[in-house]
């Protein structure tokens, strides 16, 4: 596979009026094969969910992404990410895959980081206005936010080719060509575009204003300054796309309809479906039930882990949405799955494919060895652990280091590490089997602690108290 190229831009120039309307110029990019079926593929996997507007589905958009026997050119496709968070999370993984395959069939994909829309904030599924964030705020967060789109397009590089060209992956922040405007300016160009009536009647204008709290102005002018950015795009970079999630296609149709208005060319917009919890709830920071990508945030175990835990009524359509697998495969997946359901082959399977991608092959590694320590009790997992994966594991542990004095026995760690109480209590509590060390019971207080049985080659033991109660040990002075 030939490599993709990554380009990160992050304009700092102030667009003068004069180029705020300006057609974009015109040029040949080069075909790509391999994109004929992409529309037909993922409507199959479930990813692509609306397609707008529908007169685009059978005939324009198909002829557009198809490429090869047609000499067509390769198309550019866009999503944007709003840095309200330093941190992606699993619900925005979708729209990002969505993307990944654009690339992988030939086209251009565009990441756009909100620096501006995220200071608005989309109103678009709340029920109530976001929590301000300072200028700063943002601009640190949309810096996390480049850094994971960079990453993640390295992942996908590296661990998934196809064996096929690719388009290219460019990540710009919307800051450049909105944070120097003039306010007056803007609206005298492209306020006369947009129909008040038009943006009242769109379902997150409509239930915000019904609400108690309203709706701020700012949260209003929102799906302008997103139709803005199509429209940026689609001048700059002939970009014709627009990829976003379900609660999106308010905004998408914004987009639209001010790039026709202004142009006569159409333009289309896909959705993919939104990512909810057990209980229905959509997955995200705002819920408060976050999966994030970040390793500070979500480890690679927790991540791996959420993913092992789907339940068998979900994981066909997981494996088809998260993953890049050839379909045949994962039907071959489900079918040996009712042969042996106890071996959870798609969940392991599906944790293993989102958990490369985001988190790399060194993170995979990491929640395996911390998936054996914990669950198997395995000892060899421990040994070969680092501190930083001791602590994402047991992350309510306390961490102590202390150094090993001769003869030091279990009644010393314990005390030492505060885990057991003084006095005849806590020795009684080793006696009776409530202490283990390394996952080994220990019932003698007295017993010294022996390097290689108590204490692991990593220079660490892992002390429980009871059932749920862990502390970690650094030794020191080996």
């Known amino acids: 596979m030939a490599a993709p190229t990554l380009r990160v831009f992050w304009l700092g120039r102030r667009l ?16 790509h094969s391999g994109a004929q079926d992409l529309l037909m593929t993922q409507r199959k996997r479930g990813l692509f969910k609306e397609i707008f507007p529908a007169k685009g589905v059978d005939l324009e958009l198909p002829e557009l992404l198809a490429s090869g026997a047609k000499a067509s050119t390769a198309q550019t496709v866009y999503c944007g990410f709003d840095p309200t968070a330093d941190s992606l999370h699993v619900g925005h993984l979708l729209t990002v895959l969505g993307l990944l395959h654009f690339q992988r069939a030939g086209h251009h994909v565009i990441a756009v980081v909100g620096g501006a829309t995220a200071r608005l904030g989309d109103p678009s599924g709340r029920t109530k206005e976001r929590e301000a964030l300072s200028a700063e705020r943002v601009r640190e967060n949309a810096r996390a936010l480049r850094a994971s789109l960079e990453r993640l397009s390295a992942h996908h590089q590296r661990f998934f080719p196809n064996g096929r060209t690719w388009g290219t992956f460019t990540v710009l922040d919307n800051a450049a060509w909105f944070s120097q405007q003039r306010l007056v300016d803007f609206l005298a160009a492209v306020g006369g575009c947009f129909r008040m009536g038009t943006l009242l009647s769109r379902h997150s204008v409509q239930s915000r204003l019904r609400s108690p709290e309203g709706m701020s102005l700012a949260e209003f002018f929102y799906q302008v300054l997103q139709a803005y950015d199509f429209y940026y795009l689609h001048q700059r970079y002939g970009c014709r796309i627009q990829l976003g999630g379900s609660d999106q296609l308010g905004n998408i149709v914004s987009g639209y309809e001010f790039i026709h208005r202004l142009t006569g060319e159409d333009v289309f917009g896909i959705t993919v479906p939104l990512i909810t919890s057990t209980t229905g709830a959509k997955l995200g920071k ?4 976050a999966v994030w990508l970040n390793r500070d945030k979500t480890s690679p175990f927790e991540f791996y882990q959420f993913f092992v835990r789907q339940p068998d009524d979900c994981i066909e359509r997981y494996l088809k949405l998260f ?4 379909l ?11 042969k042996a359901p106890e071996k959870w082959g798609p969940q392991i399977r599906l944790a293993t494919e989102v958990t490369k991608f985001v988190h790399g092959q060194e993170g995979l590694e990491s929640a395996k060895r911390c998936t054996q320590a914990l669950y198997h009790c395995s000892i060899d997992a421990l040994e070969i652990m680092s501190d930083e994966e001791l602590k994402e594991l047991f992350k309510e542990a306390p961490f102590s280091e202390l150094v090993l004095d001769p003869g030091t026995n279990v009644l010393d760690i314990c005390r030492k590490a505060n885990a057991i109480p003084d006095g005849p209590r806590g020795y009684q509590m080793i006696t009776d089997g409530g202490v283990s060390i390394n996952h080994k019971q220990v019932t003698d207080p007295e017993s010294v602690l022996v390097v290689g049985q108590h204490i692991l080659k990593n220079g660490l033991s892992l002390l429980k108290i009871g059932k749920r109660n862990f502390y970690i040990i650094k030794w020191l002075q080996l």
């Open 286 to 289: 705002s819920a408060g039930n």
């Open 16 to 31: 003068s009026l004069g180029k705020w309307l300006e057609p974009r110029s015109s040029g040949k990019r080069e075909s």
């Open 323 to 326: 993953t890049f697998l050839p």
């Open 328 to 338: 045949p495969e994962i039907e071959h997946i489900m079918q040996m799955h009712t």
